[in-house]
């Protein structure tokens, strides 16, 4: 059992930090922001939790296992926050390639906004404005 | 045994150090190079723990939550400024 425990521990941990090898590469190698982005979220929730739970493992203790949870779960809530601000960022001022995309939903929103008056007011008909102005 | 695990895991941590600093000297964007500062907070989280497993102790716990929620903070800050200057 001991033994089962310590490989499994070595297993944990060595794919753990294949992840984070694996997203250095990814970083290094992928053309675009959009792809490295890809790349730069795999050590942050798979990693994560192969190396805490190799290390709860490892220390034999059940009193760890909350604050490993805690940090993880903070992953979980941060990275998506994160990833969408810098993609945000990056589709705002041209840094993603955009011509290596196949699909770009959210240039008709773009087009939409910017094609419309600089009222603000996007979703609204003509009949609509002509009844909130009576 | 650990030892060597050890030792593989440190490995593979230093190469993708190595990896992120080239791509935050060479990053064409600081959208990039955010990216990359992040990738080595998260590897420097995976030291801490590393640290932990060798010498058997969980005095460094607090710091892994304080580094996740510095790289957190620090990305959404950046590209939050990172706006399009034509419009701001």
């Not at chain 1, 949870?69 to 992953?75: F, I, R, T």
């Not at chain 1, 969408?84 to 589709?91: F, L, N």
């Not at chain 1, 955009?98 to 600089?118: I, M, R, T």
């Amino acid at each position: 059992m001991e033994l089962f425990l310590e490989i499994l521990v070595a297993v944990l941990l060595i794919t753990g930090c294949l992840m984070s090898l694996i997203a250095g590469i990814g970083l290094l190698t992928f053309p675009d922001m959009l792809t490295r982005m890809h790349a730069a979220t795999k050590p942050q929730v798979l990693g994560f939790l192969l190396i805490f739970a190799g290390l709860a493992i490892h220390l034999r203790s059940w009193a760890v296992v909350p604050l490993l949870l805690l940090a993880w779960g903070m992953q979980l809530l941060t990275a998506p926050v994160s990833a969408h601000m810098i993609g945000r960022a990056g589709y705002r001022t041209k840094h993603a390639a955009k011509d290596s995309l196949y699909a770009d939903e959210l240039k008709q929103v773009v087009d939409k906004v910017s094609n419309s008056p600089a009222t603000g007011a996007i979703e609204v008909s003509p009949s609509e404005t002509k009844e909130s102005q009576d | 045994m650990m030892e060597i695990v050890i030792w593989i895991c440190g490995i593979m941590l230093g190469l993708a150090t190595v990896a992120c600093v080239i791509r935050v000297a060479k990053g064409p964007s600081i959208l990039d190079r955010v990216l990359a500062l992040d990738v080595m907070l998260l590897i420097i989280s995976v030291a801490l723990c590393l640290e932990m497993v060798y010498n058997r102790h969980t005095d460094y716990l607090l710091f892994v939550i304080a580094a996740c929620t510095l790289g957190f903070i620090g990305s959404v800050t950046v590209s939050r400024y990172v706006s399009d200057q034509r419009n701001a």
